[in-house]
Each structure stands twice: as C-alpha cells, then as structure tokens.
C-alpha cells in the first residue's frame, strides 16, 4: 500500500500502518497465517451513523407491562443481553453491516465476536482500532469486542461454539443454510442477511424520468454488488419502449473507472473471480434465451471492470432465479398488476422490491397480504438505499433476519415473562383446597 497518496492520510490517524496484525483478542493484537494484500481502502462509512442510532435506542429497550387475570398480581416482560453475538460479515458491505448488529449488540449489553470478510481485512482492522481505542479511554474491557480475519474455517469455528448464543450471518443463500444449520443444532439463534433478487415494477401510469433514474442507480450503482441491487425490471407493456429507449441511453453516458473519483457510477467487480462468474453468467444467459441489449461483456484492462449490462428475457428462465453479483439488469413484459406480483414473488429470495405508480388502489395492494413478498416494499424509490430507523432484512431464501432499525434489537435479547405476586394468596385455576 503506497501511504504516500492523499487519499490514503486518513488511515495514519487512526494507527493503519503498511502491516497489521489481524486479529483483536481481549485486547490485544496477535496474528498469525498468509500476509493478506488490500488495495483501495475507502473512508466515510455508515457505521457512524449507526452508532448515533444506537445511542439513543439504548434508552428505549423497554418491554410490555400485561395486566394479569389474577388478583395482587403484575406480569411483565424483562429484556436481557444474550451474552455473545456473533457478526460474519461479506465483503459489499465490510463495515455498515458490522454496525447494523454490533451498535445493537453492544447497547443490549452483549459481548461481540466479528469476523470480518476474508478479502477485507483492512476494515476489519481499522474498525476495531476505533472501537479499541473507544474502550481504552473509558477503561472498558477489551474482550467485550473481539475481531479475527480469516477464511471459512473462523465463521465454522463460530457457528459451532455454545458460548455464542446469536451467530449474525451475512452472504449467499447457499452458505447462510449450512451456518443455519450448524447454529441449529446446538439450539442456538440465527440471524442471516442473504441472498436478494429484487425486482421494480413500472405501472403503466408512472413517472417514467424518476423510474428510470431509480433503475440506473439501482442496477449499476456499486456494480450491482449489493444485495439490494435491481436485478429484474418489470416493464408494463404500454411503457416498455419508452423505458427500454430511456435506459440505452443512459447506460450508454455511464462513466466507469475509480468509484472514488467524482463522477463514477460503476466501478470494478470486487476480485477476478466476481469477473469470471459475470463472464460465466453472461453465457448461461445467452443459453437460455436472453437477449444482450446493451453490455454483456468483461472489459480487458487492470482492474475487475464489466460493461453494465440490460438483458431481454423470460421471468421463467432458470437464470432469473438466481443472484447474479454483477450489474446485469433483467428485464421483461406484463400485462395486468396482478401479473406483475405474481413475477416478482417467483423468485426463491424476498429481501426488497418497488413498485412505480400514482395509483393508491396499487399502492396499498403492493403493500398488503396480496402483494409483494419481501421484507423491504418500496414505492416510488429504488430497492436500493434504505435507511437505518426501518428493520433490514428479507424473507423466504434471504434468511428471514431483520438489523438496523425498528425492533430489530429484540433479536440480541433474550425475553422473560414475569409473574410477580404482591399479595399473601396463591389463587389456582385447578380449583384445590389445601385447607
């Protein structure tokens, strides 16, 4: 890593020197294994704004008081820490996940063991000298946070230990099950943030410029390597040429390069392998009956760049179900609304999914019981972007967790009903007389 370069100052301020230990363990610095290399560090992250939240969510983890049916007698519920929280996080998202549930943890009065993604380790490192050095100045314990970089064996060794009561996941499907899996077996909880294949809807009667625009920064923003990146785009079809039309031509102005020089909506692929997987997934699309409408290539130069990618094809194709992390955006036809719902919950994963419509007759049934199937549902803004006061997550193959926001800290606490008797009577339902 060349310290010299400007954008790189900020790491001196927070003790990052050209080599790190790696691992954080009740207080201290230790490492051993491969010298990983990082390139590209990026500064301004949304953990801070987790932490404000978390600040004052402290003062809030209240429980319910219950009137009881029996007389001189209170019932309640108590709210207490579980003890350890596990954290595995994925690389798109190195630190705003860390917060979303460590911030949450830590204010329920956890301890916390993260394990940072194993092609991210300088985050995972910078983080925890910030809230190393937090814990320093109020004389707090450095064991109440504990950080590893590491591969798989790290997230398997967390799963399996009894000690660790929630076990947080964040990645694919695929892994999440088998961590699920794992954590079940010895009846601890999980928490998994998977995999998302969201679609947006555009109705015949919306706001074409502002769908559009919502499309491009869903679709091609962070090189569609969010989870909540647009995947499928769901065309009504008395707009669908004018948004295809508007869509080209935009895809063609998009500026690709370094995503820290302004002006950049679409940087590189996170390693070579995410390249591959795109060129590879570019031909399982043309297998299957996919039509390239504007990309659908790698682009040969240094660095893991990809052209963003529109792709013509049936909701039924094998493809569309699954997640593809890379800036392809599907798109396809329909007829009537009820059609419309009826793609978007096709898929095995629910975590986010919008809808483009002035129609408050559509709007409220997006939102119900017959509508979209996600734990996210947006109107009238993209999938992407979503704020830390509302609870984060997904159904069916996404994992089913909720972070962040809402009454997501329920999750790293246990919950004890308490019947509480103030008088000198034990009043029985079973009706006996002990005289």
């Known amino acids: 890593m060349n310290f010299a370069k400007k954008d790189y100052e900020f790491l001196k301020e927070i003790d990052i020197s050209p080599r790190n230990l790696g691992c954080y363990v009740n207080g201290k610095w230790k490492a051993n294994g491969p010298v990983i290399?990082?390139?590209?560090?990026?500064?301004?992250?949304?953990?801070?704004?987790?932490?404000?939240?978390a600040v004052g969510l402290s003062r809030q983890l209240n429980g319910s008081i219950i009137p009881s049916e029996r007389p001189n007698h209170a019932m309640l519920e108590?709210?207490?820490?579980?003890?350890?929280?596990?954290?595995?996080?994925?690389?798109?998202?190195?630190?705003?996940?860390?917060?979303w549930n460590a911030c949450n943890a830590l204010v329920c009065g956890n301890c916390v063991v993260w394990k940072?993604?194993?092609?991210?380790?300088?985050?995972?490192?910078?983080?925890?000298?910030?809230?190393?050095?937090?814990?320093?100045?109020?004389?707090?314990p450095g064991a109440i946070f504990t950080s590893l970089c590491g591969g798989a064996e790290i997230g398997e060794a967390i799963s399996k230990d009894?000690?660790?009561?929630?076990?947080?996941?964040?990645?694919?499907?695929?892994?999440?099950?088998?961590?699920?899996?794992?954590?079940?077996?010895?009846?601890?909880?999980?928490?998994?943030?998977?995999?998302?294949?969201?679609?947006i809807i555009v109705m015949d009667d919306a706001d074409i410029k502002l769908a559009v625009r919502s499309v491009v920064f869903a679709a091609v923003g962070t090189a569609g390597q969010r989870c909540t990146t647009c995947r499928r785009l769901l065309l009504h079809e008395s707009v669908y040429e004018k948004v295809i039309e508007q869509l080209l031509?935009?895809?063609?102005?998009?500026?690709?390069?370094?995503?820290?020089?302004?002006?950049?909506?679409?940087?590189?692929?996170?390693?070579?392998?995410?390249?591959?997987?795109?060129?590879?997934g570019i031909e399982a699309i043309k297998s299957q009956g996919g039509k390239i409408l504007t990309g659908g290539s790698a682009i040969e130069s240094e660095g893991n760049f990809v052209q963003p990618t529109i792709v013509e094809i049936s909701p039924d194709a094998d493809i569309v179900k699954e997640?593809?992390?890379?800036?392809?955006?599907?798109v396809m036809k329909f007829k009537t609304f009820e059609e419309a719902i009826e793609i978007n919950n096709s898929v095995p994963q629910g975590l986010s999914s919008s809808i483009f419509t002035q129609k408050p007759e559509a709007i409220f049934r997006w939102i119900g019981p017959s509508g979209s199937d996600c734990g996210i549902v947006n109107v009238n803004i993209p999938t992407n972007g979503a704020e830390i006061g509302g609870a984060f997550?997904?159904?069916?193959?996404?994992?089913?967790?909720?972070?962040?926001?809402?009454d997501s800290w329920k999750q790293y606490m246990r919950r004890a009903t308490c019947t509480i008797n103030y008088g000198s009577e034990l009043p029985l339902a079973q009706g006996i007389n002990f005289g």
């Not at 290399?37 to 939240?53: G, K, L, R």
């Not at 194993?118 to 983080?127: D, F």
């Not at 997550?393 to 809402?406: I, L, P, Y």
Request: net charge neutral.
């Open 37 to 53: 290399s990082t390139v590209n560090p990026a500064n301004n992250q949304e953990i801070i704004d987790m932490c404000d939240f």
């Open 116 to 140: 940072g993604a194993p092609t991210t380790p300088l985050v995972t490192i910078a983080i925890t000298k910030i809230i190393a050095g937090v814990f320093e100045k109020n004389n707090l």
């Open 323 to 330: 997640e593809l992390f890379a800036p392809v955006l599907y």
């Open 249 to 280: 031509d935009v895809y063609k102005q998009v500026k690709i390069g370094d995503p820290l020089e302004n002006g950049t909506l679409l940087g590189p692929l996170h390693t070579k392998t995410s390249r591959d997987n795109f060129v590879k």
């Open 78 to 99: 108590v709210w207490n820490p579980l003890g350890i929280v596990g954290v595995i996080t994925a690389f798109n998202f190195p630190s705003a996940v860390l917060g």
């Open 162 to 199: 009894t000690r660790i009561q929630l076990v947080s996941f964040t990645g694919s499907s695929k892994v999440g099950l088998m961590v699920q899996q794992t954590v079940s077996q010895r009846f601890g909880k999980c928490l998994l943030e998977l995999s998302g294949n969201n679609a």
């Open 393 to 406: 997550g997904g159904e069916k193959a996404t994992g089913g967790g909720r972070e962040a926001g809402s």
